[in-house]
């Protein structure tokens, strides 16, 4: 593969790991909780990076591959779902570092678990959305017609996703005869 897009995510996912071991550390070993909620606000500077890095490589007048389409996947679910995997990282800090309760179990069953997963299919379409405006946004700001058609390419992949996901989450789930009774 030719394209640095590439480079860029897999940067950009290590930044992300990074920004959030170094805010975790900073609340937990130096007891600095405005400093690590600063530090965890940068996480959003990770997704610009890739944003960018994608604009520069298509303005240059590379060819659109699929490495750029993931590239939008890859943004909006790191809009989506960072917010709550940061959670989920200090509540396990909480846990071994400070004393706090132990996570709680993710129920298999019943209608917290049928809530969960319509909750992360709503992150899921978030991402979706926040995919389809930045691929909007390369298409009208520096794509040109071919690579905006090309662009376009990740649509079909948004739909598909879409449909596996509410088919082995939110529909799977609600098999169980008491996904939806209210307790």
């Not at 890739?50 to 890859?74: K, N």
């Not at 909007?136 to 948004?158: C, H, R, S």
Request: glycine share 8%; charged share 15%.
């Amino acid at each position: 593969m030719d394209s640095p897009v590439l480079l860029v995510i897999v940067g950009c996912e290590v930044g992300f790991w990074l920004i959030v071991a170094a805010g975790l550390a900073v609340r937990y070993a130096l007891r600095a909780r405005r400093a690590s909620t600063f530090i965890l606000r940068l996480v959003p500077v990770v997704d610009l990076i890739l944003l960018g890095a994608v604009a520069l490589d298509l303005h240059s007048g590379a060819s659109v591959e699929q490495i750029h389409r993931i590239a939008g996947v890859y943004l909006g679910v790191t809009v989506a779902f960072g917010h709550a995997m940061i959670r989920w990282a200090d509540i396990r800090c909480a846990h071994w570092f400070a004393g706090g309760p132990p996570p709680p179990e993710r129920p298999k069953k019943g209608p917290e678990a049928f809530r969960i997963e319509i909750v992360s299919f709503g992150r899921w379409v978030l991402a979706a959305a926040v995919t389809t405006a930045c691929t909007l946004l390369l298409a009208v700001t520096v794509a040109d017609a071919t690579q905006t058609n090309d662009l376009f390419g990740v649509f079909p992949m948004i739909g598909i996703i879409t449909v596996i996901w509410l088919l082995t989450g939110p529909a799977w789930a609600a098999l169980d005869p008491g996904a939806t009774k209210r307790s």
